[in-house]
């Protein structure tokens, strides 16, 4: 029976220069595996951007969480193949810690590496690693120095292209049609045209918008808009403002708008901007938590004004709260969108089924008892990433011990050896914090009787509620203080609130779990005095409660 394989593909950016595409290095793996004797079973690409966090990066060799490596580690823990195809030993990895990756999976796994257009030694491998770093440390270096001398020179480097304006060669030349546009919209807000009339007028008139990589959900955006009124400086003395490392260069355009201009558009900004601090704060018991169809999470403002029947703006004898949906743009505001509701009438409803939920705890339970069967599926995975990243400090460990030994015999300089053990350990520090973290799925895991501890939850929480519902605040505090503990309830058991058209309240009721015995494991010594919820005024003490301490307390007086 002929050995299982898999084919590994990379490209990224720091080949360019090479004819390695992605048809070519399979081809060429495919040949390898034919000419001995092997069953290729799966292919794994690393070819396209990916996402880390909330920017896209290339899948450099430096890299050590490509996704399709990541695919391929996995399976080779699960046993599904015996052997690893790739063009070259830099398809693989480029960097210290890709490079431990791949050698303690193969070396523990019994896989075997063979390359395409070269041959592969596990010996040597760290070493060659080692030099590929620094030839792209080198790289990068020179290519910063490059970017930054073109800079000085006040010669145009990449980059996205400011509206108004187009990079053609080391020049930045103006774009004649979209300046036009340019000067209309500054036109406009000096005469004080609302910024949602100003982008009308660009729709209607058909203004040309730069090309985009995704096509365009909305024509002319708000913040398209801004982003044009907040570059005034730029467009009135010819500036073109780029930083690389740290530093920033000005490099000089064509201006577009007048410095007059730019003068009045100062003014009438100036006036535009309001003063948070003179607003009136009110309390939001399901901010953050309110969607409808347009999904966008809803807003909350205090209204201090109205229309009079005369259509004449006054002054409201008693301001309130209101919940809005902040879709702007007419063609994304869905149908169903009931735009407000008020902040009092949408708090008392969610409160309403919230208190129902808390009193017929049945459903809740079953939650929690689903939830709790997902974190044990979930329980071999956490240990396997805790195995894997364990092995990798102690491949670490042994890198760094083997790097000070080369410098001691003069293999390494001090310089190039000090470089390596920072990157290390800045490697190292990643990997303890993944540690930690999953040592604390790990920890929430393991607590025991979390069904008994979720019954006395909600046992808890029923008779802090009643005393909640009944409580009469006779002063501000008082009152501030109850709506802190409905705030701490509600955010505890609703996952949304979505609105429909009619203005009729969804509330989707979701236990969290984790939080509850998070705040158990940390809770204070049950046998320590409490002060019991204040009702009309009066305060007594009673025995300690945890209904008391997971409320806290209603100031007592």
């Given amino acids: 029976m002929n050995k299982r394989a898999v084919i590994y593909i990379r490209t990224s950016s720091e080949h360019q220069g090479e004819k390695s595409s992605p048809i070519e290095q399979e081809e060429d793996c495919r040949k390898l595996a034919l000419e001995n004797d092997l069953d290729v079973v799966a292919v794994y690409r690393d070819i396209e951007k990916f996402r880390v966090g909330s920017r896209l990066v290339e899948p450099s060799g430096t890299r050590y969480d490509r996704p399709g490596l990541l695919a391929m580690i996995r399976d080779a823990k699960r046993g599904k193949f015996d052997v690893i195809l790739a063009w070259k030993e830099d398809r693989l990895y480029r960097g210290m810690r890709a490079m431990l990756l791949v050698l303690e999976t193969i070396q523990e796994y019994r896989i075997s590496i063979i390359l395409a257009k070269e041959n592969f030694d596990p010996k040597i491998a760290p070493l060659r690693a080692w030099i590929a770093q620094m030839e792209l440390d080198g790289m990068k270096e020179r290519m910063d120095m490059g970017v930054k001398a073109r800079l000085k020179a006040g010669k145009a480097n990449t980059g996205q292209d400011r509206y108004g304006y187009v990079r053609v060669d080391d020049v930045i030349e103006v774009v004649e049609e979209e300046a036009f546009w340019i000067r209309k919209i500054f036109e406009w807000y000096v005469a004080k045209v609302p910024i949602m009339e100003i982008r009308q007028r660009l729709i209607e008139a058909g203004a040309p918008q730069k090309g985009s990589s995704r096509p365009r959900k909305v024509q002319w955006a708000k913040s398209s808009i801004q982003a044009v009124l907040s570059a005034a400086e730029e467009y009135a003395y010819g500036i073109k403002r780029q930083s690389r490392k740290g530093e920033v260069f000005e490099i000089p355009v064509e201006p577009i708008i007048s410095v007059a201009m730019y003068e009045q558009f100062m003014i ?41 029947r005369k259509g004449k703006i006054v002054q409201r004898p008693t301001p309130i709260g209101v919940y809005f949906c902040p879709q702007r743009h007419k063609e994304l505001i869905a149908e169903t969108c009931p735009r407000t509701i008020n902040t009092l009438k949408a708090d008392a409803i969610v409160w309403e089924k919230v208190y129902t939920a808390i009193n017929k705890p049945e459903y809740l339970l079953g939650q929690a008892s689903r939830f709790v069967a997902e974190l044990k599926a979930k329980t071999l995975t956490v240990e396997e990433d805790e195995a894997r990243i364990k092995q990798e400090l102690e491949a670490l460990l042994n890198e760094r011990q083997w790097l000070i030994t080369q410098a001691r015999k003069g293999y390494l300089t001090a310089t190039d050896m000090d470089q390596q053990l920072s990157s290390m350990s800045m490697m190292e520090l990643d990997l303890k914090r993944e540690l930690a973290a999953i040592g604390q799925v790990l920890n929430i895991e393991l607590l025991d009787q979390w069904e008994a501890k979720v019954k006395e939850y909600l046992q808890d929480i029923q008779a802090g509620i009643e005393a909640l519902n009944d409580a009469a605040p006779q ?13 701490e309830i509600v955010d505890t058991l609703v996952e949304k609130v979505t609105i429909d058209q009619d203005r009729t309240l969804h509330v989707h009721i979701r236990l969290n779990l984790l939080k509850i015995l998070e705040e158990d494991a940390n809770s204070s010594d049950p046998n320590s005095p409490a002060a019991s919820i204040q009702t009309a005024g009066t305060c007594s003490h009673t025995p300690a409660s945890r209904a008391h301490r997971r409320l806290r307390r209603v100031i007592c007086g």
């Fill in 268 to 308: 009438v900004r100036q006036k535009n901007r309001t003063h948070p601090k003179r607003r009136q704060k009110n309390d939001y018991l399901i901010g953050g938590l309110l969607y409808c169809d347009c999904e966008r999470k809803w807003g909350a403002r205090t209204n201090k004004i109205r229309k009079n």
């Fill in 475 to 487: 002063h501000k505090e008082e009152q501030q203080e109850i709506f802190r503990l409905k705030k």
